[in-house]
Protein backbone atom coordinates (compact mmCIF):
# COMPACT_ATOMS: atom_id res chain seq x y z
CA UNK A 1 0.00 0.00 0.00
CA UNK A 2 3.37 2.58 1.18
CA UNK A 3 4.04 1.38 -2.75
CA UNK A 4 0.99 3.16 -4.27
CA UNK A 5 0.59 5.81 -2.41
CA UNK A 6 4.15 7.21 -3.13
CA UNK A 7 3.84 6.43 -6.56
CA UNK A 8 0.78 8.46 -6.69
CA UNK A 9 2.58 10.76 -4.80
CA UNK A 10 5.20 11.11 -7.58
CA UNK A 11 2.89 11.44 -10.20
CA UNK A 12 0.71 13.95 -8.26
CA UNK A 13 4.23 15.82 -7.79
CA UNK A 14 4.76 15.20 -11.59
CA UNK A 15 1.40 16.23 -12.99
CA UNK A 16 1.20 19.67 -10.61
CA UNK A 17 5.32 20.93 -12.17
CA UNK A 18 3.67 20.04 -16.10
CA UNK A 19 0.67 21.93 -15.12
CA UNK A 20 3.30 25.08 -13.65
CA UNK A 21 5.27 24.67 -15.99
CA UNK A 22 2.24 25.24 -18.71
CA UNK A 23 0.38 28.02 -16.98
CA UNK A 24 3.62 30.49 -16.51
CA UNK A 25 3.89 30.88 -20.03
CA UNK A 26 3.93 34.45 -21.02
CA UNK A 27 3.27 33.81 -24.91
CA UNK A 28 -0.29 33.88 -25.06
CA UNK A 29 -2.15 36.60 -26.60
CA UNK A 30 -4.31 38.70 -24.58
CA UNK A 31 -7.80 37.87 -25.60
CA UNK A 32 -10.73 40.19 -25.98
CA UNK A 33 -13.63 39.22 -24.49
CA UNK A 34 -15.88 42.58 -24.55
CA UNK A 35 -17.96 40.83 -27.92
CA UNK A 36 -19.06 37.54 -25.85
CA UNK A 37 -19.89 39.63 -22.45
CA UNK A 38 -22.36 42.02 -24.32
CA UNK A 39 -23.47 39.17 -26.22
CA UNK A 40 -24.56 37.63 -22.85
CA UNK A 41 -25.56 41.03 -21.94
CA UNK A 42 -27.90 41.15 -24.28
CA UNK A 43 -29.40 37.73 -24.01
CA UNK A 44 -30.40 38.17 -20.46
CA UNK A 45 -34.04 39.76 -21.37
CA UNK A 46 -35.24 37.01 -24.02
CA UNK A 47 -34.04 34.43 -21.13
CA UNK A 48 -35.82 36.27 -18.24
CA UNK A 49 -39.03 35.86 -20.96
CA UNK A 50 -38.44 32.30 -21.26
CA UNK A 51 -37.94 31.78 -17.42
CA UNK A 52 -40.75 33.26 -16.97
CA UNK A 53 -43.09 31.83 -19.33
CA UNK A 54 -41.83 28.32 -17.82
CA UNK A 55 -43.13 29.10 -14.62
CA UNK A 56 -46.15 30.58 -15.19
CA UNK A 57 -47.18 27.42 -17.27
CA UNK A 58 -45.76 25.14 -14.10
CA UNK A 59 -48.40 27.49 -11.58
CA UNK A 60 -50.89 27.04 -14.42
CA UNK A 61 -50.86 23.62 -14.28
CA UNK A 62 -50.49 23.06 -10.89
CA UNK A 63 -53.49 25.42 -10.19
CA UNK A 64 -55.20 23.26 -12.56
CA UNK A 65 -54.67 20.16 -10.47
CA UNK A 66 -55.38 21.97 -7.11
CA UNK A 67 -58.72 23.35 -8.55
CA UNK A 68 -59.65 20.20 -10.24
CA UNK A 69 -59.14 17.89 -6.87
CA UNK A 70 -61.04 20.46 -4.74
CA UNK A 71 -63.84 20.24 -6.95
CA UNK A 72 -64.06 16.76 -7.01
Request: cysteine-free; hydrophobic content about 60%; aromatic content about 4%.
Amino acid sequence: MNRINATSRKFAALAAAGALALATNAAHAAISVTDVVTEIGDTVAPIGLIGSAVLLVVVAVAAFKWVRRAIS
